[in-house]
């Protein structure tokens, strides 16, 4: 693949671009490029105050709306109220936290990283198929590959640790994103579902979740290690709008290590690939959240 940056975009004119976590970090960047293209953006942001003083920095047709991923109220007020989205980006987080939970008493980074974003997800997905060339960005992490889902303590009531946590919840990314896929091209749907990783990118992501030694870790490496936000976006933008994006694709960087670099087609940890798995794991999402899709 040649070096796509940001100015590849195809013009996205008429199109409505859903993306959580946009105001800041790889979500504002990636609002920001869409909205240079002319895409519609509907950025969604926990605090309304932070999300629009976020958006008044951008060009272009941008609204700002409330949405708390560690609630399923907040979710489902939030997708109540959006009447149309061709592209839904799933790029918000929290990496590394204490132990804490979700305002339904899920442990965070699984209830946020992902039953959120399940939830969302489904809520939109009748919006999402009536939308031209309809899209569902899921963005994982490279630490995926260290992730396993815990099915008996998914609430992390045995035991804890936060980095455990963050790489289950981007396992789970990828598991969703591509059982998604197969359920999708199974009922004929216009839509297809990608994944993403930004690899290494420096945003706050490594230093607003994590405490101690993690959150001195997080400072050095966003210094020393990390690629700027604005190429670290580039993997979510290339899946949200390159022409000939297929559904089940994931993209990363093309650096060693899928650290760095510009977009390339890489594959998910083999684990991350096991339909039964993915299955199991859809049928609690259903049961946690109360949300279901309607194929």
Same mark, same amino acid.
């Given at each position: 693949?040649?070096?796509?940056?940001?100015?590849?975009?195809?013009?996205?004119?008429?199109?409505?671009?859903?993306?959580?976590?946009?105001?800041?970090?790889?979500?504002?960047?990636?609002?920001?490029?869409?909205?240079?293209?002319?895409?519609?953006?509907?950025?969604?942001?926990?605090?309304?105050?932070?999300?629009?003083?976020?958006?008044?920095?951008?060009?272009?047709?941008?609204?700002?709306?409330? /949405? #708390?991923? $560690?609630?399923?109220? &907040?979710?489902? +007020?939030?997708? !109540?109220?959006?009447?149309? =989205?061709? @592209? *839904?980006?799933?790029?918000?987080?929290?990496?590394?936290?204490?132990?804490?939970?979700?305002?339904?008493?899920?442990?965070?980074?699984?209830?946020?990283?992902?039953?959120?974003?399940?939830?969302?997800?489904?809520?939109?997905?009748?919006?999402?198929?009536?939308?031209?060339?309809?899209?569902?960005?899921?963005?994982?992490?490279?630490?995926?590959?260290?992730?396993?889902?815990?099915?008996?303590? /998914? #609430?992390? $009531?045995?035991?804890? &640790?936060?980095? +455990?946590?963050? !790489?289950?919840?981007?396992? =789970?990314? @990828? *598991?969703?994103?591509?059982?998604?896929?197969?359920?999708?091209?199974?009922?004929?749907?216009?839509?297809?579902?990608?994944?993403?990783?930004?690899?290494?990118?420096?945003?706050?992501?490594?230093?607003?979740?994590?405490?101690?030694?993690?959150?001195?870790?997080?400072?050095?490496?966003?210094?020393?290690?990390?690629?700027?936000?604005?190429?670290?976006?580039?993997?979510?933008?290339?899946?949200?709008?390159?022409?000939?994006?297929?559904?089940?694709?994931?993209?990363?960087?093309?650096?060693?290590?899928?650290?760095?670099?510009?977009?390339?087609?890489?594959?998910?940890?083999?684990?991350?690939?096991?339909?039964?798995?993915?299955?199991?794991?859809?049928?609690?999402?259903?049961?946690?959240?109360?949300?279901?899709?309607?194929?």
């Amino acid at each position: 693949m040649t070096k796509w940056t940001a100015a590849d975009i195809p013009d996205q004119t008429g199109r409505t671009f859903v993306v959580t976590g946009a105001n800041s970090g790889l979500g504002l960047e990636t609002a920001r490029r869409l909205a240079e293209h002319g895409a519609h953006v509907i950025m969604t942001a926990r605090d309304p105050d932070k999300g629009r003083a976020a958006a008044a920095s951008l060009p272009g047709s941008v609204e700002v709306r409330t /949405l #708390d991923l $560690a609630d399923l109220q &907040s979710v489902a +007020r939030f997708a !109540a109220g959006v009447e149309r =989205a061709d @592209v *839904l980006v799933n790029n918000a987080g929290v990496m590394m936290t204490p132990h804490r939970t979700t305002a339904q008493g899920f442990e965070l980074q699984f209830g946020t990283n992902h039953l959120g974003h399940f939830a969302l997800t489904a809520l939109l997905y009748p919006v999402l198929r009536a939308g031209s060339a309809p899209r569902i960005v899921t963005v994982s992490s490279s630490l995926h590959r260290q992730g396993r889902v815990d099915f008996d303590d /998914l #609430d992390a $009531a045995r035991s804890y &640790s936060p980095t +455990r946590a963050y !790489a289950q919840s981007k396992f =789970a990314n @990828v *598991l969703f994103g591509l059982e998604l896929d197969r359920r999708l091209r199974a009922s004929g749907s216009p839509a297809i579902s990608v994944l993403a990783h930004p690899g290494y990118s420096a945003t706050n992501l490594q230093t607003s979740g994590p405490t101690g030694v993690l959150n001195l870790g997080g400072r050095l490496g966003n210094l020393l290690l990390a690629q700027h936000v604005s190429k670290g976006a580039l993997d979510q933008l290339y899946a949200a709008t390159a022409p000939g994006v297929q559904g089940g694709e994931f993209y990363g960087p093309q650096g060693p290590g899928e650290l760095r670099g510009y977009p390339k087609r890489v594959r998910p940890v083999r684990s991350a690939t096991d339909p039964d798995t993915a299955a199991r794991l859809w049928d609690v999402s259903e049961k946690m959240t109360g949300v279901s899709f309607a194929f």
